[in-house]
Structure formats: structure tokens, C-alpha cells
């Protein structure tokens, strides 16, 4: 664990694997999609230990809690001891409604949908 008591928010994103690279935390920050204690935020905003962060992943918006400051990339399983998932149930209630409807789910080795096919799937969604 870091001693640093604040860090950037993009920088603690990407440290906790909570996106794949430190530019795409930056870049959702720039677009409005993470909060910090229900206020949005600049990739060099400092986070520190306590702060509520939501992250709009949608249709959802997951919740995280910050338990200690991380400013380097770890192993998947540490991460566990600097962030906790404090995302309401209803909120994954959502995501597992969304995900029955199976609108766009596609038999393996079907390859991509044609012109046709994905003007099909649109209607649907309209519907």
C-alpha cells in the first residue's frame, strides 16, 4: 500500500483495475461518467480514502467505496484491500433484466450481422 494520503482519480482507476488503461479512466472522467461523492470529475482530481465513487457503465451505475490509495497497478486479487463495490442491488437487479432480454445474442461462429440483419435487431430495439 501506498503512504500517499490523495492521488488523481484516473491514476487510482487504472491502479485498481477498474479500467483497462490510465487514458480511458481519463477519458470517462472527461465525459462525465465518474463522480465523486455525486459530483463529477476531472481526470486530476484527488481522491482520498472514504470518497464514494460512481461510475456510469451502462444501464447501470456501479458504486465504489475507497479503502486505500493505490498508485501503481496491481495483481487483480490485491485489489480487494483499496476498493469495495458498494453498488446498490437494485442497480444489478437492472443489469440482470437487461441482460435476459438477449436481444443481440448470437450463435458462436455466426460471424457479424448483415445490412439486414442489424436493421432487424434495430426494430426490435425501437419496439
Known amino acids: 500500500m501506498s ?3 490523495k492521488i488523481r482519480i ?3 482507476l487504472w491502479a485498481v483495475r477498474l479500467f483497462k488503461t ?8 472527461r465525459s462525465n461518467k465518474v463522480m465523486i461523492n455525486n459530483v463529477y470529475v476531472k481526470p486530476s482530481r484527488e481522491v482520498s480514502v472514504g470518497d464514494e465513487i460512481q461510475i456510469k457503465r451502462p444501464p447501470i451505475v456501479r458504486t ?14 490485491l485489489t480487494v484491500d483499496f476498493v469495495e463495490d458498494i453498488t446498490p442491488q437494485e442497480q444489478l437487479d437492472l443489469l440482470t433484466i437487461t441482460k435476459s432480454y438477449g436481444f443481440e445474442i448470437r450463435d458462436k461462429g455466426a460471424g ?8 432487424e435487431i434495430e426494430k426490435l430495439k425501437e419496439i
Open 3 to 5: 503512504q500517499d494520503s
Open 10 to 12: 484516473d491514476k487510482w
Open 22 to 29: 490510465r487514458s480511458i479512466a481519463a477519458e470517462e472522467c
Open 64 to 77: 465504489y467505496l475507497v479503502k486505500a490509495i493505490a498508485s501503481k497497478r496491481m495483481g487483480a486479487k
Open 112 to 119: 457479424r450481422p448483415t445490412k439486414r440483419n442489424r436493421r
